[in-house]
């Protein structure tokens, strides 16, 4: 890819070239200058993109079939500070939607501290928490 020095380089060269008046050469620069800041921007934002699909790719494991997760069970029971969204999937009563509200709660707020946290989520009540309650354990810090 070429520097902008050698780009804005050649288009001094074409311009001195082909005899336009001193406004019209303006008018090319400023021209000139809104093109080659307009590819810089897009250029940022692409990559911004791609940077921010690559860490949403790693950080969602969702992408892992769920029959190579486990179920929980209360003889084998989740952490709910460490599961991932496909694990927590695994669990009766949550689908993508619940999950994903679970997985964004602890992003905000840190860790879980206590199962009744989950009732600060949406669509989560009472009833599921108890259906819950066995299936899960919290880590330590």
């Known amino acids: 890819m070429k520097s902008i020095s050698q780009i804005l380089f050649r288009l001094k060269a074409i311009f001195a070239g082909w005899g336009f008046t001193t ?6 620069w400023l021209l000139s200058a809104l093109i080659l800041l307009g590819s810089g921007v897009r250029f940022y934002k692409n990559q911004r993109i791609v940077s921010e699909m690559q860490l949403a ?8 079939p769920h029959a190579a997760l486990s179920v929980p069970s209360p003889d084998n029971p989740l952490d709910l500070n460490r599961a991932t969204q496909a694990e927590l999937e695994t669990l009766p009563g949550i689908g993508p939607v619940k999950a ?10 840190g860790k879980i501290e206590n199962l009744n ?6 669509d989560i009540g009472p009833k599921t928490l108890e259906r819950l309650r ?6 330590k810090p």
Do not use: G, M, N
């Open 23 to 28: 406004a019209e050469k303006r008018a090319l």
């Open 57 to 64: 790719a790693a950080i969602d494991s969702s992408q892992v």
């Open 100 to 109: 994903s509200r679970i997985v964004e709660y602890r992003r905000q707020r």
């Open 117 to 122: 946290e989950l009732l600060d989520i949406e």
């Open 134 to 139: 066995p299936l899960l354990v919290i880590s």
